[in-house]
């Protein structure tokens, strides 16, 4: 007979965390494992828990839960990809970056949208 074997549950969305999305401009590189494709583009907002990366191009691809790497300032961050607009990838990180980091980064390369 065989044993039943219990369906492992996704985790669950987390809301992201408070904090003023305020618009920057670091240059970064989104990684597409899989694909072996890189993107150049930038950074326009950043959360400890999310990014929004606008893709150096005219075009954006329509993409979702592609697993990628966000690399700011030279450190990959491991995401996946939760939304596409037409301002660009909403990016949520596997590991939530330092506060104290992403109010660094923002303060250092922020614009005026």
């Not at 583009?41 to 950043?46: E, F, T």
């Not at 075009?59 to 592609?66: K, V």
């Not at 995401?79 to 109010?103: L, W």
């Amino acid at each position: 007979m065989l044993d039943r074997i219990d369906k492992v549950e996704a985790p669950k969305p987390q809301p992201p965390i408070q904090l003023d999305r305020r618009p920057c401009c670091i240059v970064s590189e989104l990684l597409f494992d899989e694909e072996d494709l890189v993107l150049d583009g930038i950074v326009r907002w950043l959360l400890p828990d999310r990014a929004l990366f606008r893709e150096a191009s005219r075009y954006i691809l329509e993409r979702s839960n592609d697993r990628v790497r966000l690399r700011i300032l030279g450190k990959d961050h491991p995401a996946k990809i939760i939304g596409t607009t037409r301002d660009g990838y909403e990016i949520a990180f596997e590991t939530p970056i330092p506060h104290e980091t992403v109010v660094e980064w923002v303060d250092r390369y922020l614009t005026e949208e």
